[in-house]
């Protein structure tokens, strides 16, 4: 956000019936995207809320990108990449398997709930995985509800500093 | 000029100080007149929270002495020191002896430099430039300006070489980072040892000097003498200070004493108990809390023996110390308490709010002596006996020392893994809190009556009372204004001279 | 001039500088001092016109002051009460430069680890659950309280820590915990000869352009991490990387600038002076590097691996919390 220019405040979401959530789902190109591909061409179900962002190797997805998908309004991240030992650039992969666990215990620290984010691997033929993987992403963060990061900032100053309530003096 | 009083509810008038200077952190002041133009009430608020107690549960205990030195950036040593010695409490380690030197000869260091620069650049303004002159020019900089070249340079240099020491140290002048659960980062070689014996030996000769400019300042100028002696600077507490095994002095280490008014022992206490022995209150119309003595009970914000209320300043560890650990030190002492109060032994107190600005230069000289002493050791340069690895599980630990401002714990409480679950800190100033919105009420009331002009001067005489207390920083330079012209080079990253510009 | 007393001696062509601190500690108004002997150059070509920490300016003279009458504001501490915002807008507004001074003001600092907690629980442990505390009242301070002669104001703290770009514009930063005496002596003549560069929030001065690890003289050896060590559990090898040694040092996600001062004290860095990185969220850096140098080839050895880390997010977002892109604990 650049500084000190006037913000609006971001809409409300997760009021109305009709909250579906918001799922950002990092997919390597060689296995992931293909395995996502598949169970579109196998004509698999699967929800709607998944959006998904190519990358070339799961060890290229700074963990930046996902503090930031969840920092603009995500519900939930998805990362997928080859299974171990299946990498097309060798060992990209093993970065993200040293990396996810870390990630998800700092989420877990600003109190994004483990639901909400998932690593897993799925390889170019595991069509269903995928789906099946969306589903159950999907539904978690159904149960969880609305993250609604943008407002919840807002509301405590970042970016404006206006009209704060300060809470001291809250019963 | 006269500082114009604004309007409050009733026939009641209002004057604000806000923010009171010359100080490390915020505070403000708010005196309430009442029809007559007397003070009816005045109040110290402290408008700043930022939880550290919170914030620090789930740290590594290992990283306080890191974490910590951050509440305050003017005396870093001293929680750095504090939390050192709670983090060996809760591994249950006992130091090696060269790690205990090393840690107490840095302290002493520190103590010189922290003493000389709240000296110079916060006490000074008021007694050199007068307690009415010019604000834009009652600093450091008009007193370096007034008292000259000379003494300029000699407080340049004790700040200059006591930031080199804290880099000896710990890597850096400001917040040093070598305080370890255990010793120690890193030990001393015979080479910085010969160094820190120079930087010693100087701060020794600067403390006698500034022993000197407060004679020839302070104590031969009847006004000032006047004013520390009868002025509205007194009033009677408790006193709380560290004092090793023959209850003297020491700013490291030891158990903390407590004397009533007239001297008489009230408790000893080792740092673990400490829980038992002070007890915080909190009022609604300022964030920082009001510590007492618990065996006394808090009474309100009153003085004597009858009330809780206790000072932890210099003049407070000279008050509980039955005498110095250092020669020159115990002469300064003695002569301190004869003018004082007429007795050169130390056991009638002194209560003089003013004149805790001599007790902190007696410090001075006696943790410049200490420091010479320590950094003598044989065992100072043993390159292992920096620091032990712990081996107990950790638990929970105290760690005090004296900070330059006051008794200063650290109380930490971890689970098996060294992560803290609980911190509690009391620190430097807020034991004095009490004592500083009394010395801030009866200033007022002895400085503004019935119809007389409110200056900014009478102003400057109520933070006075306050700033005795508290210390800041001082500046360091070793040239003076008119000597040397400015060259300014604008360098990019690389360094290189990008363009030249000289003023006359 | 004459404002509330305080007689300003003006000469023509002297730059008026002023200095302020919010929720910070006063490390930065004595690292202002660290420029050592050039501070009196300094007051040759600058006035003081506000500086609490060290001059009796009040904040109803600089109210007095004319806008933009202050040439370079030096704000440290972040943004943590209305007081400190009230601050931050009035010093905008006196000032034509206004300068983020210090990892607070930039990143939040560490005061802003207060992020992780919320405001109950910090108010619960300070005034509720100390083992000092007696209160049986229950109080808590209050932004207003009547006194019998009339109403005490205390400022209202708010939810979280903000940097003081999150309140008002920001010319320039210069990050450290404190900034280094030296690279704060090269940001000031740049001003005095008027040679800065164009403003900018993101605009970092007083730093170099690389990470610490650059300016570290300890030696890499390419090795790979078998095991996390806590710095209290295992003396370091001299000269050698503490990372590689298994020690959390955060050297490879800081800008470099303070001349690797903690590790050549045999002390990891701690990343005070803020992100390396072209994203302003130092712990995600912090997190990619880590994932690059860990010696596992399965899974699960990986995170037994990195389970050893305590603290990630204290330790990673140690200075900067207040820059992450989640900025605090929901």
């Not at chain 3, 990892?103 to 919320?118: E, F, Q, R, V, Y």
């Amino acid at each position: 956000m650049s500084q000190g220019e006037s913000v609006q405040p971001p809409a409300e979401t997760g009021t109305s019936q009709a909250w579906e959530p918001r799922i950002i789902a990092f997919l390597c190109y060689w296995c992931s995207y293909t395995g996502a591909d598949n169970a579109g061409t196998a004509r698999l179900k699967y929800p709607a809320n998944v959006d998904i962002i190519r990358v070339m190797c799961s060890g290229r997805i700074d963990p930046d990108l996902i503090m930031t998908a969840f920092a603009r309004g995500a519900d939930g991240v998805m990362v997928c990449g080859c299974h171990i030992g299946d990498c097309h650039y060798i060992a990209g992969n093993h970065k993200t398997m040293a990396r996810m666990p870390l990630v998800s215990r700092v989420l877990q620290d600003f109190g994004i709930e483990p639901e909400r984010f998932v690593h897993e691997w799925v390889s170019a033929a595991e069509g269903d995985k995928f789906a099946k993987l969306v589903r159950q992403v999907t539904e978690q963060v159904c149960q969880v509800g609305p993250l609604d990061w943008p407002r919840r900032m807002y509301e405590r100053g970042v970016g404006h500093g206006q009209d704060l309530q300060p809470w001291g003096d809250r019963a | 000029m006269t500082i114009p009083a604004t309007t409050s509810a009733g026939p009641t008038r209002r004057i604000s100080i806000d923010p009171i200077t010359r100080l490390e952190g915020h505070g403000k002041i708010d005196i309430f007149l009442d029809a007559d133009g007397e003070v009816a009430d005045c109040f110290f608020q402290v408008p700043e929270l930022r939880g550290f107690e919170k914030f620090c549960e789930g740290r590594p205990v290992e990283e306080m002495p890191r974490i910590t030195p951050r509440i305050c950036g003017v005396c870093p040593e001293a929680h750095l020191m504090a939390s050192a010695k709670a983090c060996d409490a809760v591994y249950k380690i006992s130091l090696p002896l060269t790690a205990r030197l090393i840690r107490e000869l840095q302290y002493d260091i520190f103590y010189v430099t922290d003493h000389a620069t709240h000296f110079y650049a916060l006490a000074a303004p008021d007694f050199v430039m007068g307690p009415s002159s010019n604000p834009a020019e009652r600093n450091l900089i008009g007193v370096i300006r007034k008292l000259g070249v000379g003494v300029g340079q000699q407080v340049i240099q004790a700040r200059k070489w006591g930031h080199e020491a804290a880099a000896i140290f710990g890597g850096r002048p400001v917040n040093p980072e070598n305080a370890i659960p255990g010793g120690v980062s890193k030990p001393i070689t015979a080479s910085e040892r010969d160094r820190l014996e120079e930087i010693a030996r100087y701060l020794l000769e600067f403390s006698k000097f500034t022993l000197k400019v407060l004679h020839d300042l302070v104590l031969a100028n009847a006004e000032y003498v006047d004013l520390i002696l009868h002025g509205p600077y007194y009033h009677e507490t408790y006193s709380m200070g560290l004092v090793d095994d023959k209850n003297r002095t020491n700013f490291y280490d030891g158990k903390v004493r407590v004397v009533d008014p007239e001297g008489h022992e009230l408790c000893k206490y080792a740092p673990r108990d400490y829980a038992k022995y002070i007890a915080e209150r909190v009022e609604p119309w300022s964030y920082l809390k009001f510590p007492y003595l618990t065996q006394v009970g808090w009474k309100g914000f009153v003085d004597g023996k009858q009330s809780g209320v206790y000072r932890a300043t210099p003049q407070a560890r000279l008050n509980v110390a039955d005498a110095m650990s250092t020669p020159l030190a115990q002469e300064a002492y003695e002569e301190y308490f004869e003018t004082l109060t007429g007795d050169r032994s130390g056991h009638r107190m002194v209560h003089h709010t003013l004149a805790i600005h001599w007790a902190r230069v007696v410090e001075m000289v006696n943790a410049a002596e200490r420091a010479l002493e320590l950094v003598r050791h044989p065992e100072l340069t043993h390159p292992e006996n920096y620091r032990v690895i712990p081996h107990d599980t950790p638990t929970e630990g105290v760690g005090i020392v004296e900070a330059p401002r006051g008794t200063l714990v650290h109380h930490y409480v971890t689970d098996e893994n060294g992560i803290i679950r609980k911190a509690n800190l009391v620190v430097g100033t807020t034991n004095n809190h009490a004592a500083i919105c009394m010395s801030i009420k009866k200033a007022a009331q002895g400085l503004i009556r019935k119809g007389s002009d409110i200056t900014e001067g009478v102003l400057n005489m109520i933070e006075m009372s306050f700033r005795a207390y508290d210390p800041c920083f001082g500046c360091a330079t070793h040239s003076l204004p008119g000597q040397m012209p400015m060259v300014v080079r604008v360098r990019d990253c690389g360094g290189t001279v990008l363009s030249t510009t000289t003023r006359a | 001039m004459t404002t509330n007393g305080a007689e300003i001696d003006r000469q023509p062509g002297k730059l008026r500088v002023g200095m302020h601190w919010a929720s910070s500690c006063g490390g930065c108004d004595i690292s202002l001092l660290e420029i050592g002997e050039h501070l009196l150059e300094l007051i040759e070509v600058a006035d003081i016109v506000f500086w609490p920490c060290a001059a009796d300016f009040k904040y109803r003279t600089v109210a007095d002051y004319p806008d933009g009458y202050i040439d370079v504001c030096l704000f440290n501490g972040g943004i943590r009460s209305s007081e400190h915002e009230r601050l931050a807008r009035l010093l905008r507004r006196k000032s034509r430069t206004l300068v983020a001074y210090g990892a607070c003001a930039m990143d939040g600092g560490i005061p802003a680890l207060a992020n992780l907690k919320s405001p109950r629980e910090i108010y619960d442990a300070v005034y509720h659950s100390n083992p000092t505390l007696h209160n049986p009242g229950h109080v808590e301070p209050k932004t207003q309280w009547a006194t019998p002669l009339g109403e005490l104001d205390l400022p209202g703290m708010y939810p979280q820590v903000l940097r003081l770009g999150d309140i008002v514009d920001v010319d320039y930063q210069i990050p450290g915990c404190p900034p280094v005496g030296a690279q704060v002596w090269k940001v000031l003549q740049a001003v005095v000869a008027g040679e800065v560069p164009a403003r900018n929030s993101a605009v970092r001065v007083g730093c170099d352009n690389r990470s610490v690890c650059d300016e570290c003289p300890r030696e890499k050896r390419k090795t790979r991490i078998k095991a996390f060590k806590r710095p209290h559990m295992a003396v370091p090898e001299p000269n050698w990387c503490l990372l590689e040694q298994g020690f959390v040092c955060l050297g490879a996600s800081t800008r470099s600038g303070c001349g690797a001062q903690c590790p050549k004290a045999e002390m990891t860095c701690r990343g005070c002076y803020g992100s390396a990185g072209l994203s302003s969220d130092q712990g995600t850096a912090m997190l990619s590097a880590l994932g690059s140098v860990i010696d596992a080839v399965t899974e699960d050895r990986a995170r037994e691996v990195v389970d050893e880390i305590v603290d990630p997010t204290g330790t990673f977002y140690r200075f900067s919390l207040a820059s992450s892109a989640l900025k605090a604990r929901r």
